[in-house]
């Protein structure tokens, strides 16, 4: 099957397109990949409501249909020229998770319906509310094709997706042991030179690298996240940018940005401490932050970036989710148990087709 994965990511910063061929699972390869800018004024709204935790109902429910028409106009230009297409596995933008109480909150919005009227596509989404349906947390779902994508490394494996949120799958003998959130990857650093300067990001991480860690608010922010209990983070991260803010608002922008990648530093080393992994894979957008790389190279053994397993950082993500459509469509239900608490194997995610 020729699948398309996507997603755009907890950093806002862009949708995100792969084309695979699907034949089974360990049978990806991947056709082709193109990232595309959120537009500006939809980024603008769509961190409003998740950051400030604002929006009245109709205004959140514009988002939801402003966002699908925008993926579905990057998708026309992603889909133009190609003849056979099967499926498209769309996760959505998350604006809210949080997983206290009896039963995890979750949202992802982007309405599908557009996405499959530009394309006659069957669309397969809301992969999350499915997990949590059938008594999962809808969290952590990548070390799916952590496992698929480089469980036979080695003898242990630490993969780490840095997104917005770092998040880390432990794979011993071509099995998860362990995967969780560990705390922000890019998401204070983004947050912080948006806020003060209007950049979408420190390129390499070149500001940071000239600036001093803070130390109060760096202790600050590695005993808050230390202390979270949950396996997957989500409002937790806004409320750490707020505090992450507050307690650095007179410091050198050098100074938050070197701060900012060193509780990320240390956060994940202290993850990788026990189980001592024969490889830490890198991947997601943070893996192409230079700076960042050469400091959990310091903290941590044995770092490499998944391009050199064969897998470019950027696509390990968007492969989840052209993965999950493909199971979704074959009929072939996933076993979440170990990993987000789902009772029983479940078909992953909804289909939405109407053309």
């Known amino acids: 099957m020729r699948c398309i994965g996507v997603l755009s990511g907890t950093s806002m910063n862009a949708k995100e397109f792969i084309l695979c061929e699907i034949k089974g699972e360990g049978k990806i390869e991947v056709l082709k990949y193109k990232s595309y800018p959120l537009e500006n004024e939809l980024k603008s709204e769509l961190k409003n409501i998740s950051i400030n935790g604002s929006g009245m109902i109709e205004e959140i429910a514009e988002i939801h249909y402003k966002l699908g028409m925008s993926f579905a106009d990057s998708l026309k230009k992603f889909i133009k020229g190609e003849r056979k297409l099967d499926v498209i596995g769309f996760h959505g933008q998350t604006i809210f998770h949080k997983e206290e109480g009896k039963i995890t909150l979750t949202w992802q919005i982007g309405e599908p319906v557009f996405l499959s009227k530009v394309s006659g596509l069957p669309v397969v989404y809301d992969f999350r509310k499915c997990d949590i349906a059938m008594g999962g947390r809808g969290a952590p779902l990548s070390p799916i094709i952590h496992r698929i994508l480089f469980g036979k490394v080695s003898k242990k494996v630490a993969v780490v997706n840095l997104g917005g949120i770092a998040n880390i799958t432990l794979i011993k003998d071509g099995e998860v042991v362990s995967a969780r959130d560990v705390g922000p990857a890019n998401a204070l650093s983004d947050y912080i030179i948006q806020k003060r300067l209007g950049l979408e990001y420190d390129k390499d991480g070149k500001m940071a690298e000239k600036g001093k860690v803070i130390e109060y608010a760096f202790k600050n ?9 949950s396996k997957s983070l989500g409002y937790e991260v806004e409320i ?4 992450f803010e507050e307690m650095t608002k007179r410091a050198r922008i050098e100074d938050c940005l070197r701060t ?9 080393a202290r993850s990788l401490k026990d189980f001592k992994p024969d490889v830490v894979i890198l991947c997601g957008g943070g893996a192409r932050n230079k700076f960042m790389v050469k400091r959990i190279t310091e903290e941590s053994k044995n770092v490499f970036i998944s391009d050199e397993f064969g897998v470019k950082a950027e696509f390990v993500e968007p492969i989840l989710f052209a993965f999950l459509a493909y199971m979704r469509m074959k009929e072939k239900k996933i076993d979440m148990k170990k990993l987000t608490g789902a009772k029983k194997p479940y078909l992953p995610g909804k289909i939405c087709r109407v053309v």
């Open 221 to 229: 922010a590695v005993k808050f996240f230390s202390s979270i209990k």
């Open 260 to 268: 900012a990648i060193e509780i990320s530093v240390v956060l994940l």
């Open 240 to 243: 750490a940018k707020k505090n």
